[in-house]
């Protein structure tokens, strides 16, 4: 786990750099815009016509579901024996800014841990939305987003193997012992709060990534034992709180359009006042 | 919002600290041990120091080490009113052999005793890092098996009592011996 969580953070990096380049690239395209906009008042007098040229160009906004798969989880199996795992995503967009968004998934983990060998099998679900901060322009549709979700999850847990800890060894150090107990019927709850991204890669399709960090709501624990991994959740530390992480692609259907409200031409003159 | 999400990583990246709870805090209660005070027989509620006691596990060839700043065989001795002895988390009994006076250069002094102590066990979830600890259950009919060592000399214990047959930490006295 120290080692995925440590691939998670230097990944983010990685991707957090491409986003600051995806800005800069913005930027660039603005200067753009700034620079077409003061060619076009030279042969007209009048600044007002020249507003109304700009409104002429109309811009929609798509609305549509998406929905795809997280790339982490499908290929973890490709290298890690002890782990196998499917996510799918989904987002509905409900209004300029807010989309509805649902994960929902399935994970089979064997933890080796120093003193405890676990093996965690669930599913979960998890429901709220992402709010875009992100300003796109022209028929851009990248996502910056700040969300919320609620997960359930209901999951087993097995004790596979454990060690006693005996800090008087005189008799020498007991072999691990073998259990095989299987808790049933566990489950879990929590609240996560979202950081994401999504760019366009090619027409319908959407890669993207998020950052989670997960609270403890409820936590459904089996006697003489603790939940040390949920579906969804992951790995739970002594608090409350645990941290995620997904990587993903998704392809947007599009239902409907939506012609960009006149709020928008007022941000367009705060523009060009800059 | 660029600030929002540098906060996410900043967070998350916190997070990453907290891997070290993989280490097992010696402060935490795991496995007890037997904790044994030693009585005057004649003065029963008064507490009376052993002279020179070396306790040594059935099958093993050196003592209990109850002196860690000795070297050589003293540090297997010790000349206290109380023990704590670990018992053993793979069987339901454990043997000691108490010898009284070990080493001492007059052989009539010294003087070894046997006990046998027969418990359950139950093997308690701790916590991620320190796994699971053992907790025992003296038998309540016959909690241990007192015997004279194979060179039959006098036994020098000459009352064992059970205080507390509930081994769950050491903060209590389990079992008191008198001689």
């Known amino acids: ?274 | 919002m660029k600030k929002i999400i540098l906060l996410a990583f900043a967070l998350a990246l916190s997070f990453s600290s907290c891997e070290k709870d993989d280490i097992c805090d010696a402060n935490t209660a795991t496995t007890p041990r037997l904790v044994i005070t030693f009585y005057d027989i004649t003065n029963p509620a008064v507490l009376k120091n052993v002279t020179n006691l070396k306790v040594v596990g059935a099958g093993m060839t050196d003592g209990i080490i109850f002196n860690t700043s000795a070297t050589g065989e003293s540090k297997y001795l010790t000349s206290g009113n109380a023990i704590s002895i670990p018992l053993k988390t793979n069987e339901d009994t454990t043997s000691y052999n108490f010898t009284l006076n070990s080493g001492n250069a007059n052989p009539a002094l010294v003087n070894e005793d046997n006990i046998k102590f027969d418990y359950t066990r139950a093997d308690i979830f701790v916590s991620r890092a320190c796994g699971f600890k053992t907790l025992f259950t003296l038998n309540t009919s016959n909690p241990y098996t007192h015997t004279d060592a194979a060179v039959p000399d006098e036994k020098w214990i000459q009352y064992i009592s059970v205080e507390k047959s509930n081994i769950d930490n050491e903060n209590d006295t389990h079992l008191k011996i008198f001689f």
């Open chain 1, 1 to 274: 786990m120290t080692h995925t969580l440590k691939y998670f953070f230097s990944f983010c990096f990685m991707l957090s750099l491409f986003l600051a380049q995806a800005q800069d690239t913005d930027t660039i395209q603005r200067k753009k815009m700034d620079e077409v906009i003061p060619e076009a008042p030279k042969p007209i007098t009048k600044k007002l016509p020249e507003e109304k040229k700009n409104d002429t160009i109309v811009k929609t906004d798509r609305y549509g579901f998406r929905v795809g798969v997280d790339l982490y989880k499908l290929t973890r199996a490709l290298y890690d024996k002890d782990y196998k795992g499917l996510e799918l995503v989904g987002d509905y967009r409900l209004t300029k800014k807010y989309f509805l968004a649902a994960e929902v998934g399935n994970e089979n983990k064997t933890t080796d841990d120093d003193r405890l060998n676990t093996t965690t099998k669930g599913s979960y679900l998890k429901v709220g939305f992402d709010y875009n901060g992100y300003e796109n322009w022209l028929d851009m549709e990248n996502i910056i987003s700040i969300g919320m979700r609620y997960g359930v999850s209901t999951f087993s847990q097995q004790l596979n193997t454990y060690k006693i800890y005996n800090a008087n060894p005189y008799f020498g150090e007991v072999p691990v012992i073998t259990s095989g107990n299987k808790y049933n019927g566990l489950t879990a709850s929590w609240i996560e709060v979202v950081a994401g991204v999504k760019a366009k890669v090619f027409n319908n399709v959407f890669m993207g990534f998020s950052l989670r960090l997960n609270r403890l709501v409820t936590n459904k624990e089996p006697d003489n034992f603790k939940n040390l991994y949920i579906p969804g959740f992951n790995r739970t530390y002594d608090g409350d709180f645990g941290v995620g992480f997904n990587y993903t692609v998704t392809y947007f259907i599009p239902f409907y359009k939506k012609k960009v409200t006149p709020k928008k031409v007022e941000i367009k003159k705060e523009d060009q006042k800059k």
